[in-house]
């Protein structure tokens, strides 16, 4: 895996990722940016998001659950002090689909929390609080 991230000006950079995505990441005003793009520490936070996320809906789809829709809402608290790190990091899910059990749902969360997803338990191994739940929408 590569990525490259090529400084633009102030605190923009542009990161291009080997399979030739890029995506805009700038600083607030009070930081010399221009609040053009996302905080590269907002990114972490999407990676975890996607990489949980990818997990739950393959691990329900390959259950054969009719699931129409995943989203994570994924709350972080931040250390006061210089690094800024992480130190709890709480995902949400909110699973929409037709006569799904809790169970699968949990289970699929679980996995994914781990066994599966290399961001969310990297960053638990290095000392994060990382916690997951869920809820269940009929559609």
């Known amino acids: 895996m590569q990525a490259t991230v ?3 000006d102030g605190v923009m950079f542009v990161g291009e990722t080997g399979s030739g995505h890029a995506i805009v990441m700038d600083g607030p005003l009070d930081h010399g940016g221009r609040n053009m793009g996302v905080r590269p520490m907002e990114m972490l936070l999407l990676g975890v998001g ?11 789809q390959k259950g054969r659950n009719d699931i129409v829709g995943c989203v994570a809402e994924i709350t972080a608290e931040r250390v ?45 191994n290095a000392g994060v609080e990382v916690t997951h739940d869920f809820e269940i929408i009929e559609v």
């Not at 006569?99 to 997803?117: D, F, H, I, N």
């Open 50 to 60: 996607g990489c949980s996320s990818f997990d739950v809906v393959q691990i329900l």
């Open 80 to 124: 006061d002090a210089v690094p800024s790190v992480f130190s709890k990091i709480h995902l949400h899910f909110i699973v929409t689909g037709r006569s799904l059990k809790a169970s699968a749902v949990g289970r699929a969360v679980q996995l994914s929390a781990e066994k599966y997803c290399s961001a969310s338990i990297m960053l638990s």
């Open 6 to 8: 090529k400084w633009v």
